[in-house]
Nanobody, 124 residues
Framework: QVRLVESGGGLVQTGGSLRLSCAASGRAFDDYAMGWFRQAPGKEREFVAT????????EYAASAKGRFTMSRDNAKSTVYLQMNSLKPEDTANYYCAARRTSVVPTPRIGYQYWGQGTQVTVSS
């Protein structure tokens, strides 16, 4: 059974940085894409970034491009989201997700497995 566990959230000031981690277990993920999504209070969940385990191909939302970087450590079965130049509008619960795919570019929808989320709060 696929299990995704996020960590690394917290409170940071505007302009600060955080690195989120997502530890994946339960199967081999060579043919999987991993994604980060976020949901702010009163808003719908939105795509942030995705990366394919094997190819390393990545995609970013416009709001994340240039500030956020997604990476993976295959040996640790862990993906990361490095977030720099954080803004108050980045405040949300951040979720890690996984889906099986060989499509390029890596899809932004259709994720089957989800973690519990980690809260990121950016103070102004």
């Amino acid at each position: 059974q696929v299990r995704l566990v996020e960590s690394g959230g917290g409170l940071v000031q505007t302009g600060g940085s955080l690195r989120l981690s997502c530890a994946a277990s339960g199967r081999a993920f060579d043919d999987y894409a991993m994604g980060w999504f976020r949901q702010a209070p009163g808003k719908e969940r939105e795509f942030v970034a995705t990366i394919h385990w094997s190819s390393g191909s990545s995609e970013y939302a416009a709001s994340a491009k240039g500030r956020f970087t997604m990476s993976r450590d295959n040996a640790k079965s862990t993906v990361y989201l490095q977030m720099n130049s954080l803004k108050p509008e980045d405040t949300a619960n951040y979720y890690c997700a996984a889906r099986r795919t060989s499509v390029v570019p890596t899809p932004r929808i259709g994720y089957q497995y989800w973690g519990q989320g980690t809260q990121v709060t950016v103070s102004s």
